[in-house]
């Protein structure tokens, strides 16, 4: 499947090819901390799938309790995560889903690092909804 994204502020787009059955939520404590929510939704793109439209992302690069140094790419000008990607020698892009516009489509089939999972991310049915902004 073809999708195309970018970040909030418009400066990095890109284009890419993916499998949507392969769209995951990663519940580990270094998703909740980078993606600054409790847990982030993915899906890989190979190396070859995957380019830059516009923009030139800021890399982090982060040792995982493994040892695993991971690239964590994010917009320079508004914080966007984009993707992230091994440091040296890139097969695979982990697209962060919530930056494809074809998001709605992406639902996820994985979810994976489910021990530090929040426990009550599993079932927000009780959570009072608002069609938009709660403000009293
Ligand atoms: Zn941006
Ligand atoms: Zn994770």
Known sequence: MKIDGGCHCGYITYVAE?????????????????????????????????????GQPKIYVKT???????????????????YSAAVTDTQ??????????????????IQQWCRSALDWVMDLHSVRQFAKQQTS
């Open 18 to 54: 993916i499998d949507p059955d392969e769209v995951r939520i990663c519940h580990c404590t270094d998703c909740q901390i980078l993606s600054g929510s409790p847990f982030r939704t993915s899906v890989p793109a190979a190396r070859d799938a995957f380019s830059l439209r516009t």
């Open 92 to 109: 695979m892009f982990m697209i962060r889903v919530g930056t494809v516009r074809q998001r709605a489509e992406l639902r996820p089939k």
């Open 64 to 82: 995982a309790e493994s040892g695993t140094k991971r690239a964590q790419a994010f917009c320079p000008e508004c914080g966007t995560p984009i």
